[in-house]
């Protein structure tokens, strides 16, 4: 509960808490807990749910990323019983799951959990193109850490990065904390996807803001430089160091153009404090309508949310504007003088 409270302090207006693949009996003492955060009086309708990472993902180096390969399920072998008994275990909050398009059962898993009122999401996966296309005709309509969760060399076309790029009926999740995706990629998958397509993602892991140095965490040591939280042996990224806003603005400060699906320049306004013109190079960033569209209503919408609705009971729970926008930058608004734009 404490943990959920600081990141809303820490600007989020809404929070969807993440347990990655766990054993049975981890699931059985973390699920009810979050449970009780969704339906305390403080954090009703800022923490929306809960987010199962796992345990339906692929085991292979890599793709498993820092998830125990050992408590990986293949959904054939009792994956929907499982899923059922998460679901009691939360009390229904289970909002997103995330799955592995190649496994066994996963289509038969993808429509079970859409039909229990749970939204399908693909990654930590090493899918083909075909098996990620069925899925989505199966109903996932989400890609979990588009450019993550897969091993570090793939063939150059076959991978489930392009496959999730081409896939129109997925959105995809993004880490825009400046570590897990280079700033060339970033900009990629945003002109490729387009900003009705994008969710930024923070994936902040319990050891983010910690000091330099290495802890123990998801039952390994991982070592945190920053915003990065790595492994011990320093093979992959274990979430990130970075909250939601240094996320925000990151991408914020790309200075890349993106054009929307529509064809419109989403850089017709500079991320300077809302001047229209060009940065250095000629690029320009995206507005702040648009930061709010990838950083808010559409994170709400995946999960079949009303980002207008969400506003208004925010409002009447007294809660926010929690950041300003101050000089192309969000800030929490009691680190900030007033500012014209808010959030």
Known sequence: MAACERLLDAGCACILPTVITSPVEVYAHVLPLLADACESERLRGRVLGIHLEGPFISDQPGAVGCHPPAHVLDPANGGIALFDQLMSLSRGHVRLLTIAAEGRGAAELCAHAIAAGVVVSLGHQLATAEQIHELAACGASLLTHLGNGCPAVVNRHANPIWAGLAEDRLSAMLITDGVHLPRDVLVA??????????????????????????YQCFGSSVHVEGSAIRSADRSCL???????????????????????????????????????????????????EQLLLVGFDNPLRALGLSPESTRRALEAACVGPLVEWCGGQFRLRSACPPCHAES
């Open 189 to 214: 998958m945003l002109r490729a996807k387009g900003l009705s397509r994008v969710i930024v993602t923070s994936d902040v892991a319990p050891v983010a803001c910690l000091p330099c140095g290495t």
């Open 238 to 288: 274990a979430g990130s160091g970075a909250l939601m806003l240094e996320c925000m603005n990151h991408l914020a400060g790309l200075r890349a153009w993106v054009v929307d699906e529509a064809g419109v320049d989403a850089g017709s306004t500079l991320c300077t404090g809302g001047d229209v013109g060009t940065a250095a190079g000629g690029e320009v960033g995206l507005s702040l």
